[in-house]
């Protein structure tokens, strides 16, 4: 697993660390691709004869996954060229956020973020991001819902040269059903 991803190329990734880099992104890679908790991890380690503690987990998770995603995301092949992007409001340790998301036409997510606010500033941060991506392809056509921020937030990018003249822009209502239907695991892992 080490070897594939290439993130321990060398030991001083791993360096005083009680256990070896395979079993740390092991336990990373799971928590992060499965929606379960870090004593549900601690479980499965003890059947595999490991004794870890969940606040072990936890550090690595927090000082491992976001090595783990730079590295990662220069392998995804390119997305589609079709684009659903929705924002929704969840809960995150008592305080409310939204969520922004985006999925291209085959379900695949494209990237997600976290905002305070629901405004133009936000959408059109998020596009940013979206298009920062090296495995996004520049879009022929972007899917909303009906919230207000996203056409001024998509005319300002265009203008801006963010996103392509050519890139049309859908609002509907029901469009973006793909999108509620998607299984977002970063939202899970979040709100473990």
Same mark, same amino acid.
């Given at each position: ?17 009680? +256990? ?105 941060? +998020? +596009? ?13 056509v972007m899917n909303v819902d009906k919230a207000k921020a996203f056409p001024p937030a998509f005319e300002e990018s265009q203008a801006e ?7 049309? +822009? ?23």
């Open positions: 697993m080490q070897g594939k991803i290439g993130l321990s190329q060398t030991a001083k990734e791993f360096k005083y660390k009680q +256990f070896e880099g395979e079993v740390i992104l092991w336990a990373v890679r799971w928590y992060c691709q499965f929606a379960i908790s870090y004593r549900d991890l601690v479980l499965m380690a003890q059947e595999r004869g490991l004794s870890v503690s969940h606040t072990t987990l936890m550090r690595w998770v927090h000082e491992y996954a976001p090595k783990l995603e730079k590295k990662i995301k220069q392998h995804i092949k390119k997305s589609g060229d079709s684009y659903r992007i929705d924002e929704t409001y969840i809960k995150i340790k008592g305080e409310w956020r939204y969520l922004y998301r985006a999925v291209d036409s085959k379900g695949n997510t494209l990237d997600w973020m976290l905002s305070v606010y629901r405004n133009k500033k936000a959408a059109k941060k +998020f +596009f940013k991001k979206i298009l920062a991506n090296k495995y996004c392809c520049a879009p022929s040269n963010i996103i392509p003249f050519s890139t049309k +822009f859908r609002q509907q209502k029901y469009l973006n059903n793909i999108q509620e239907q998607d299984v977002c695991h970063e939202l899970l892992a979040i709100a473990a």
